[in-house]
T-cell receptor
Framework: GENVEQHPSTLSVQEGDSAVIKCTYS??????FPWYKQELGKGPQLIID?????GEKKDQRIAVTLNKTAKHFSLHITETQPEDSAVYFC??????????FGAGTRLFVKA | DVKVTQSSRYLVKRTGEKVFLECVQDMDHENMFWYRQDPGLGLRLIYFSYDVKMKEKGDIPEGYSVSREKKERFSLILESASTNQTSMYLCASGQLTNEKLFFGSGTQLSVL
């Protein structure tokens, strides 16, 4: 069935460094790729997204890239700050009611 | 500010009990969802609803049922709770396209 693989499961970086989370999806019909951030005690919140007709999108310190041919997409966080510490989920949406989520990456930013 | 509210943050129940998890959204969204979050497994869809009284099974519906009597309210029901249903439960709502989901803060359920 459809699935989204996400790596790494845990990522620890020093404050100010960059962090990269990578995902691979299986359904070539997927056309929308959101990223969610889940802080401690809260539900996931959409932080950035990208559509299949776009290769890259940036919003301040975060950016997403998409390689449709390879079915890869990635989240890049530059100049990490302690408040970036959270669990990040990638997801792939094909249409209808189904969003397939990755397993999540727990990001630790050390001050 | 848009809001999805789950009635309980933590819940402890005994095996065999009937459990109700409540969710309310104030965004007038058509669609509502119940997900289960387990470490290493991400978010898995239990049930969703696209209209009042309409519901569809997700990927892991066994042992669960749902109720949507009003547009803003979506309930998840565990008919007879079991220990393997100990998990974080997340409610979400979405507009017509369902691309962007809005999540509640979650209910951490422990079944003893």
């Amino acid at each position: 069935g459809e699935n989204v693989e996400q790596h790494p499961s845990t990522l620890s970086v020093q404050e100010g460094d960059s962090a990269v989370i990578k995902c691979t999806y299986s359904d070539s019909a997927s056309n929308y790729f959101p990223w969610y951030k889940q802080e401690l005690g809260k539900g996931p919140q959409l932080i950035i997204d990208i559509r299949s007709n776009v290769g890259e999108k940036k919003d301040q310190r975060i950016a997403v890239t998409l390689n449709k041919t390879a079915k890869h997409f990635s989240l890049h966080i530059t100049e990490t700050q302690p408040e970036d510490s959270a669990v990040y989920f990638c997801a792939a949406y094909t249409g209808g009611f189904k969003t397939i989520f990755g397993a999540g990456t727990r990001l630790f930013v050390k001050a | 500010d848009v809001k999805v509210t789950q009635s309980s943050r933590y819940l402890v129940k005994r095996t065999g009990e009937k459990v109700f998890l409540e969710c309310v959204q104030d965004m007038d969204h058509e669609n509502m969802f119940w997900y289960r979050q387990d470490p290493g497994l991400g978010l898995r869809l239990i049930y969703f609803s696209y209209d009042v009284k309409m519901k569809e099974k997700g990927d892991i519906p066994e042992g669960y049922s749902v109720s949507r009597e009003k547009k803003e309210r979506f309930s998840l029901i565990l008919e007879s709770a079991s220990t393997n249903q100990t998990s974080m439960y997340l409610c979400a709502s979405g507009q017509l396209t369902n691309e962007k989901l809005f999540f509640g803060s979650g209910t951490q359920l422990s079944v003893l």
